[in-house]
Nanobody
């Protein structure tokens, strides 16, 4: 079984930064893609960023391009999301998710992801 555990969320002011971490334990399946999604109150869960198992392919939602950076360290079984220039509309619960394919989807839906973490809250104050 795959376990994903997020950390690094918190409260930050507009313009601030946070780095989220996703620890992959259990069966790691390093050759699958890992992504970040988020869910704000009253909204659907939405795609934020995704990275291929090798780290060579990365994709972002338009709303976070140029501000967020996804990266991974397979030796440590970790995936990160560096979030800069945060805005109040970035406030949400952020989830780490993993699919079960070696094909890289640049705009995955939540339904495409097979494993999920429990989420970490990010709150950006105005």
């Amino acid at each position: 079984q795959v376990q994903l555990v997020e950390s690094g969320g918190g409260l930050v002011q507009t313009g601030g930064s946070l780095r989220l971490s996703c620890a992959n334990s259990g069966r790691t399946f390093t050759n699958y893609n890992t992504g970040w999604f988020r869910k704000a109150p009253g909204k659907e869960r939405e795609f934020v960023a995704i990275i291929s198992w090798s780290g060579t392919d990365r994709a972002y939602a338009d709303s976070v391009k140029g501000r967020f950076t996804i990266s991974r360290d397979n030796a440590k079984n970790m995936v990160y999301l560096q979030m800069n220039s945060l805005k109040p509309e970035d406030t949400a619960v952020y989830y780490c998710a993993k699919d079960q394919t070696t094909y890289f989807h640049s705009t995955p839906t939540a339904a495409m992801m097979h494993y999920w973490g429990q989420g970490t809250q990010v709150t950006v104050s105005s």
